[in-house]
């Protein structure tokens, strides 16, 4: 089963559309069976999907993309980058941007964190159906 929206604890238009985007590539390869690939953590979705699948339950809120979810940039850039946080926000989308293309041109990251949704066993027989 995959779940996509604020179901899945996204809050927003964006976020909503973006789960359910991840949602369907992922229900695509397993119904073509291949394993599902979760959005590296440098990127904002792949960041918002680690949020909503490791925040504490107990007071969870519904989350926007926000660059407070995103990795830390490195000690040298964050030093490099202190007093400008314009330029502090376009180097973590330019490490997004990188990260990205290497998981698209790697055409696999490492299975075993499927983050934006959740399969069950059988669901890749349920999705070709
Ligand atoms: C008043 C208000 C203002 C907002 N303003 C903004 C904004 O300005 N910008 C922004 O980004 N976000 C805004 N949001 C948040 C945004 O609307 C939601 O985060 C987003 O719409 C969630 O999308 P979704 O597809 O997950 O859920 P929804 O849009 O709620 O879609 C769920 C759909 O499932 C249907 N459904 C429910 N139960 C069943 C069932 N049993 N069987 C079949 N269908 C069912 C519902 O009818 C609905 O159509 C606002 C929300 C509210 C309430």
């Known amino acids: 089963m995959l779940f996509a929206g604020q179901i899945?604890?996204?809050e927003g238009y964006v976020e909503s559309i973006?789960?359910?985007?991840?949602?369907?590539?992922?229900?695509?390869?397993?119904?073509c069976g291949e394993t599902p690939r979760a959005l590296p953590r440098a990127?904002?979705?792949?960041?918002l999907c680690h949020y909503i699948t490791h925040a504490n339950p107990a007071?969870?809120?519904?989350?926007?993309?926000?660059?407070?979810?995103?990795?830390?940039?490195?000690?040298?850039a964050?030093?490099?980058?202190?007093?400008?946080?314009?330029?502090?926000h376009a180097e973590v989308c330019r490490v997004a941007?990188?990260?990205l293309l290497e998981w698209e041109k790697a055409g696999s990251i490492e299975a075993g964190s499927i983050e934006a949704v959740s399969i069950e066993a059988g669901s890749a027989e349920a999705a070709r159906q």
């Open 8 to 10: 899945c604890g996204v």
């Open 18 to 31: 973006a789960t359910g985007m991840m949602a369907g590539m992922h229900a695509a390869a397993v119904a």
């Open 43 to 47: 990127t904002a979705l792949g960041s």
């Open 59 to 76: 007071n969870y809120q519904p989350a926007n993309i926000t660059f407070d979810l995103l990795p830390s940039l490195d000690e040298e």
């Open 78 to 88: 964050r030093k490099r980058f202190r007093k400008d946080r314009k330029a502090r």
């Open 97 to 99: 941007a990188a990260a």
